[in-house]
């Protein structure tokens, strides 16, 4: 393979920023040490599939939005043609495979946001060796961003593997934190109910539920997928990696579809008792409506009789006769009143 094009990349978080090949960082990592920038020569070695005689594993991150970096994994030599499309592929699918001594996939991850209702989940896709890790993004991923700079922190894992655990770890905290706030929503959603009076806008109430049934049902589509995956019994892990990803990544996803199935269904409580409410409402409403036009009847039948142009009507010839109308009118409306009392219907 020729010497490598490839630049040493900065050391920041996955802020957005790549140098012109797309490299956004390559580090070498070495446990209970701060990690150190890859030179050229260093990556072309490892992309050749070199062993390293220096300790500890190394990390490649690359923006596949640009095409030079697109085009330099296609040539990597120690990556199979699957993996390399998957690296460089722009499908949303859920996907965690082993191949040899290899684990490959494809992983969801909460994108950079500029407020925790505007976060989207995207994909970001990865390739491990025992010593070496490529991850590959579209859009910028925090949570890569925050494992990073755990690293420069000294935090450094014993293996690749349980860097794509760490990450997968932050994904389930975020989701849970976001699923935590969904639950103060509707929290303020049954206090409004259980506090119901005729100033409640019950608009208000529904329109937050169904900002929250909305938001469970976006993360329940990402969450499941990586909960059935892990769950998976024909996915056989390479023994190194095993351990590192399978164990604690499987009881936060777990842990965070639990939450999340708990707030679907405590959700549609809700909204069944806001249809209870404002079926209750409009009754109530309809059945002022029907009082209204029930004692306006007799109203409506004596101005009806005394309103037809007949010779010989009675009450028609005397000064005071509307005013004796009104009170005909007056007395039958009583009347109806009194039948409506004594029947129950009021």
């Known amino acids: 393979m020729p010497e490598s094009r490839f630049s040493m990349p900065p050391s920041l978080p996955d802020t957005g920023d790549a140098l012109g090949d797309g490299l956004i960082w390559a580090i070498r990592c070495v446990p209970g040490e701060k990690p150190v920038a890859l030179s050229s020569e260093e990556i072309s070695l490892r992309l050749e599939g070199n062993v390293s005689d220096q300790p500890g594993w190394c990390w490649l991150h690359f923006d596949v939005v640009h095409t030079i970096s697109r085009s330099r994994i296609n040539e990597i030599p120690c990556l199979p043609e699957d993996v390399r499309q998957i690296l460089t592929g722009?499908?949303?699918?859920?996907?965690?495979?082993?191949?040899?001594?290899?684990?490959?996939?494809?992983?969801?991850?909460?994108?950079?946001?500029?407020?925790?209702?505007?976060?989207?989940?995207?994909?970001?896709?990865?390739?491990?060796?025992?010593?070496?890790?490529?991850?590959?993004?579209?859009?910028?991923?925090?949570?890569?961003?925050?494992?990073?700079?755990?690293?420069?922190?000294?935090?450094?894992?014993?293996?690749?593997?349980?860097?794509?655990?760490?990450?997968?770890?932050?994904?389930?905290?975020?989701?849970?934190?976001?699923?935590?706030?969904?639950?103060?929503?509707?929290?303020?959603?049954?206090?409004?109910?259980?506090?119901?009076?005729?100033?409640?806008?019950?608009?208000?109430?529904?329109?937050?539920?169904?900002?929250?049934?909305?938001?469970?049902?976006?993360l329940r589509r990402i969450v499941s997928p990586v909960s059935r995956i892990l769950h998976d019994e024909e996915l056989e892990l390479p023994e190194w990696a095993e351990e590192d990803i399978s164990d604690r990544s499987q009881r936060q996803i777990h842990a965070a579809l639990d939450d999340l199935l708990a707030l679907q269904d405590r959700a549609r409580s809700l909204q069944d008792e806001l249809t209870s409410n404002q079926t209750e409402e409009t009754n109530r409403r309809l059945y002022i409506v029907s009082v209204g036009t029930t004692l306006m009847l007799p109203a409506t039948f004596v101005t009806g009789f005394f309103g037809m142009n007949t010779g010989g009507m009675f009450l028609s010839d005397g000064p005071w006769d509307t005013i004796y109308a009104g009170e005909i009118c007056f007395m039958i409306m009583l009347g109806t009143w009194g039948v409506l009392k004594l029947t129950k219907l009021l």
């Open 90 to 218: 722009n499908d949303r699918g859920v996907r965690l495979e082993s191949e040899d001594d290899i684990v490959f996939g494809a992983l969801p991850a909460f994108e950079e946001a500029n407020s925790d209702e505007e976060r989207e989940v995207g994909i970001w896709r990865f390739v491990t060796f025992p010593d070496l890790l490529i991850t590959t993004r579209r859009h910028p991923i925090p949570s890569l961003g925050v494992v990073y700079r755990e690293l420069q922190r000294r935090q450094v894992p014993p293996n690749p593997a349980r860097l794509v655990d760490r990450v997968l770890l932050e994904f389930a905290d975020i989701a849970r934190r976001d699923l935590a706030r969904q639950d103060d929503q509707l929290d303020r959603a049954e206090d409004v109910l259980l506090m119901l009076d005729r100033d409640t806008d019950l608009r208000r109430v529904g329109a937050l539920v169904g900002q929250v049934r909305r938001r469970s049902t976006e």
